[in-house]
């Protein structure tokens, strides 16, 4: 069924995972093209940003976006994207705020969701808001100690709020579950944490 658009977007997380972003991209693409969804031009989005293409990364999710606007996730991820690329810092600002206040309601109607936690409390993080970012991170920690994404994502909101005892813990927990050394090796939120002396022997690339 190459015409089957559900399956280039799974092959794309496959791909994903395995960390080869550029076959990822072009899965996503193709299932766009044969059925856009705001699911897919977001996740097209995520690859390209995790790539360093930026200005395509907000090309998708602003797709992504005038799909479904009310999704916090393809704000979130265009905040960070607009981080990565040093843009107007109140542009920066505006936009984690409104990823923010539009997964408000889903907290309140799953407060127990380790993914929602933890990419609010990196929102939070990213603000500079450490009482609630750490609180949120923290939660998120506690509801999937074996989940080497939500991990991952909790050490990088602890890095981004200076906490870098607790950023390298978490770290080390999620590389031991599974998460990809490549991965972290390219995100930029992470570039000052990696010349930490600890880092290699905390975080195997074995």
């Known amino acids: 069924m190459p015409d089957n658009p559900r399956a280039h977007n799974d092959l794309g997380l496959v791909y994903r995972g395995l960390g080869r ?5 072009a899965a996503f693409q193709k299932a766009i093209e044969l059925e856009p969804t705001f699911i897919r031009a977001r996740n097209l ?12 990364a907000v090309q998708a999710l602003t797709r992504s976006i005038d799909m479904r606007p009310a999704q916090y996730r393809a704000w979130g991820l265009l905040a960070g994207v607009y981080a990565n690329q040093h843009a107007d810092p109140a542009k920066i600002k505006e936009t ?11 907290l309140k109607e799953t407060p127990r969701d380790e993914y929602l936690l933890a990419d609010v409390g990196g929102y939070q993080a990213a603000l ?14 506690a509801l999937a100690p074996d989940v080497p994404e939500v991990l991952y994502q909790v050490a990088v909101g ?3 709020l200076h906490r870098r005892d607790e950023a390298l813990r978490w ?3 999620s590389r031991a579950g599974g998460y990809p050394a490549d991965a972290i090796a390219r995100n930029p ?8 002396p600890r880092y290699g022997s905390i975080v195997s690339t074995r």
Do not use: F, W
């Open 189 to 196: 939120q992470l570039t000052a944490l990696r010349a930490d």
């Open 158 to 160: 602890y890095e981004l």
């Open 45 to 56: 989005g995520m690859v390209l940003a995790e790539s360093g293409k930026y200005p395509e």
């Open 96 to 106: 984690y705020l409104k990823a923010i206040a539009l997964a408000a309601d889903l």
């Open 171 to 173: 770290l080390a927990k």
């Open 21 to 25: 972003l550029d076959a990822a991209a």
């Open 128 to 141: 500079g808001n450490e009482e609630e970012g750490a609180r949120l991170l923290a939660q998120a920690a």
